[in-house]
């Protein structure tokens, strides 16, 4: 068992002024239409990162994606110098078991060890680590050393153990390793420890005991209830073959992705996404490869999902199937036309409803299509609306992502209020463009987020560092969702694990953002039915609400969220319209300047129907039945 030192969320003081923006909030009618909890859905993008944040392995490339650098080996495989002449690797296709690349080793020296390593390798203090890995010797056996070191090159190793490769055709090879203290900045090396050739098909250094997906992760994720998952992704999507995730993980291939420029791994891929949804009553959202895919390869990939419930003695529930990816942008490897997308789904779901008859089609509606000549036709949506009827297209979704970088505080406010009103405009125009059409057909949003850091030139595995601005635009976006929620049918946030993700897995803990937190804070009032809210707020800038409010009605009583959007000033916010009813599961979070962390705070007390909400802070109440 894996030890994992477990972030603790401190909590924050709530003494705050008495004085400040005066408030009141307050029912005006019974509720009104159902918002369901697929708005609070998730992203699973399988690209080289996510993969890797879903797994317990502590080494990269394990499978040996190239290309290779000039000493042979591919990132971040390297060797222990520049002047090895007496040791030489070299990358191969085609003879491993996963018809993937291999790696073959080759150690001249009959007095010196030479092999592969990778730094930066993260341990713990009192683990015990497995590694396996596939090989075969050339012409005689060879005898091998696993190194753990720390950094410091004069230092001891942490732990050496040896093996003698003894077959010349694919063979397991296992070690274990005791690790004596905590670094994320630990050695693994693979030595040769003599003159000999051997072939490694894969290495993995995994905890003992634990499986290929991280429990770990597992465990966070299960106490978001995430309700709909999407995966394989996004642009990803475009270049996904479903039968390389299925069977034992040693045999699955690990290939070069010609869209995000990675290594594509395929060590969690669909068997484990359908484990996670069955076990975690999570609705699957699969988004179907148009590019480098076939109608007949969708088709087969939604019949293998009805398989995979039958098999474990359930009837397939229901589920969307996404019909490709942001094919209208010039950044897709299967950037087409309006015309040519809608052609592609008058082959794509009829091989898809044949087989899973339980599935909701997802289209994308975006406005227009990104031409790279002047002359080209510009329309998209208006070419997808054109066969909604016809082929039974249930919801049409667009991608949203916002962000700036203003100097004072209250323009990075009001930039995050005003970004969740243009997205607001754009839903209201596509379900404007739906509803003209005669169409009934429910719009959703696929991808969303605050972008404002993450790139893919900073070494930062495209991190986006969440913080106060991220999590009020996150509520002012689902307090959105459920006000649309007559005509809104999904939403997934982008995204769940590693690349802007709000779990991080790199080292061997898990940790957790702040926004994490949000979203489980929002996940009990969901589904409910939305009742209309009075807010008589001071404006945040010119136009926008300094407070926002929403309120869902179940059965144990009616949930209210308030957000303060000012960065400085705290609101007295009048609640006594819901009638004295006792107030329960009261829970807090804020903080104390846009770029600062959200943090769990002191809930305020309410009395006589009033209370006092700080500044950069988001509250939940249940009001009782």
């Not at 829970?587 to 943090?599: T, Y």
């Not at 002191?602 to 006092?612: N, Y």
Request: aromatic share 10%; glycine share 8%.
């Amino acid at each position: 068992m894996t030890i994992v030192e477990k972030t603790i969320t401190p909590i924050r003081s709530s003494k705050h002024p008495t004085t400040g923006l005066q408030v009141r909030v307050s029912p005006t009618g019974e509720a009104g239409h159902h918002v369901s909890e697929k708005l609070l859905g998730q992203n699973i993008e399988t690209i080289e990162y996510s993969v890797m944040g879903m797994l317990t392995d502590r080494l990269e490339n394990p499978k040996f994606v190239g290309p290779v650098s000039s000493h042979g080996l591919p990132s971040p495989w390297q060797t222990p110098g520049f002047h090895y002449t007496a040791f030489k690797a070299e990358l191969s296709s085609g003879m491993s078991m996963s018809f993937g690349e291999t790696l073959k080793l080759h150690n001249y020296h009959d007095g010196a060890k030479f092999g592969p390593l990778q730094t930066g390798r993260s341990v713990r203090a009192g683990e015990k680590l497995v590694v396996d890995f596939l090989a075969k010797a050339v012409n005689q056996p060879v005898e091998v050393e696993i190194h753990l070191n720390p950094p410091e090159v004069r230092r001891e190793a942490y732990c050496i153990k040896s093996t003698v490769v003894d077959a010349s055709y694919w063979k397991n090879y296992r070690v274990e390793l005791n690790v004596p203290e905590s670094t994320d900045q630990a050695v693994f090396h693979f030595f040769i420890t003599g003159p000999g050739q051997l072939w490694l098909d894969q290495i993995h250094m995994r905890p003992k005991g634990e499986g290929n997906v991280s429990q770990d992760v597992l465990d966070r994720m299960a106490t978001m209830h995430i309700p709909i998952l999407r995966f394989p992704g996004g642009c990803f999507s475009t270049n996904y073959h479903w039968k390389f995730g299925i069977g034992p993980v040693h045999l699955r291939p690990a290939v070069r992705d010609e869209s995000c420029k990675l290594p594509a791994y395929y060590d969690f891929g669909t068997d484990e996404y359908l484990d996670l949804c069955l076990k975690q009553k999570i609705t699957p959202m699969i988004t179907i490869n148009i590019g480098s895919g076939t109608p007949d390869e969708a088709g087969e990939w939604a019949a293998y999902i009805a398989e995979f419930y039958r098999r474990h003695g359930q009837e397939p529930p229901l589920a969307y199937f996404q019909m490709g990816n942001e094919h209208y942008g010039t950044w897709e490897s299967a950037h087409m036309t309006g015309a040519m997308y809608a052609a592609a789904l008058r082959e794509y779901i009829p091989a898809v409803r044949a087989n899973y008859p339980n599935a909701r089609i997802v289209a994308l509606g975006e406005k227009e299509f990104q031409t790279l000549r002047k002359s080209e036709d510009h329309a998209w949506r208006d070419r997808v609306l054109e066969v909604v009827e016809e082929l039974g297209i249930d919801v049409i979704v667009i991608n949203r992502y916002k962000g700036q970088w203003n100097d004072s505080d209250l323009d990075k406010q009001i930039n995050v209020v005003d970004s969740v009103t243009k997205v607001q405009r754009d839903f209201e125009e596509l379900i404007g463009d739906c509803r003209k059409k005669g169409l009934s057909t429910k719009i959703g949003i696929t991808e969303w987020n605050y972008w404002m850091r993450a790139s893919a030139y900073d070494g930062r595995r495209f991190t986006e560092d969440y913080d106060v601005s991220h999590a009020q635009y996150i509520s002012g976006m689902i307090h959105l969702f459920a006000r649309m929620a007559a005509d809104m049918e999904l939403a997934t946030f982008y995204h769940l694990i590693n690349p802007m993700g709000i779990i991080q897995h790199y080292t061997a803990d898990v940790v957790e953002t702040c926004i994490v937190e949000l979203f489980r804070m929002y996940r009990p009032a969901f589904p409910g039915d939305f009742v209309p809210l009075r807010v008589e707020s001071p404006k945040l800038g010119e136009t926008e609400s300094a407070v926002d409010a929403i309120c869902l009605r179940q059965t144990a009583g009616d949930w209210v969220f308030l957000s303060n959007r000012h960065p400085t000033q705290s609101a007295q916010v009048d609640l006594s319209g819901f009638g004295g009813r006792k107030a329960a599961d009261v829970m807090m979070l804020s903080g104390d300047s846009p770029l600062g962390q959200l943090l769990a705070a002191e809930a305020p007390q309410l009395k006589d129907g009033h209370l006092t909400l700080p500044p950069l802070s988001v509250l939940r109440v249940r009001f009782e039945s």
